[in-house]
């Protein structure tokens, strides 16, 4: 099972941006999609978006083009681009990877956003 960690969360000013980083233990040429999902204090996890291994792309529709998601797979990374962030955008972010069915998660990485 792959090993997924996360990094790039941050406390930032309403209207800030920050990039995400999920990198993996392994190539992640093999796997059939990747993305990220968040979670907010006393909400359930929800998705934010997803990349196919051919580079399709999908997000949820709260996201309305403030983010943008991405793979090198030459360093095995997968991106989540945030911005024009805003309170509401505050939880953790975790990123995840579908290999065959199986799914695999990281342990998370905290985006707060102050008003």
């Known amino acids: 099972q792959v090993q997924l960690v996360e990094s790039g969360g941050d406390l930032v000013q309403a209207g800030g941006s920050l990039r995400l980083s999920c990198a993996a233990s392994e190539s992640i040429l093999p796997l059939t999609a990747m993305g990220w999902y968040r979670q907010a204090p006393g909400k359930q996890r929800e998705f934010v978006a997803r990349?196919?291994?051919?580079?399709?792309?999908h997000y949820a529709d709260f996201v309305k083009a403030r983010f943008t998601i991405s793979r090198d797979n030459a360093k095995n990374t997968l991106y989540l681009w945030l911005n024009s962030l805003n309170p509401e955008d505050t939880a953790g972010y975790y990123c995840?990877?579908?290999?065959?069915?199986?799914?695999?998660w990281g342990q998370g990485t905290q985006v707060t956003v102050s008003s």
């Open positions: 990349i196919s291994a051919r580079g399709l792309t």
């Open positions: 995840y990877a579908n290999q065959g069915g199986e799914i695999s």
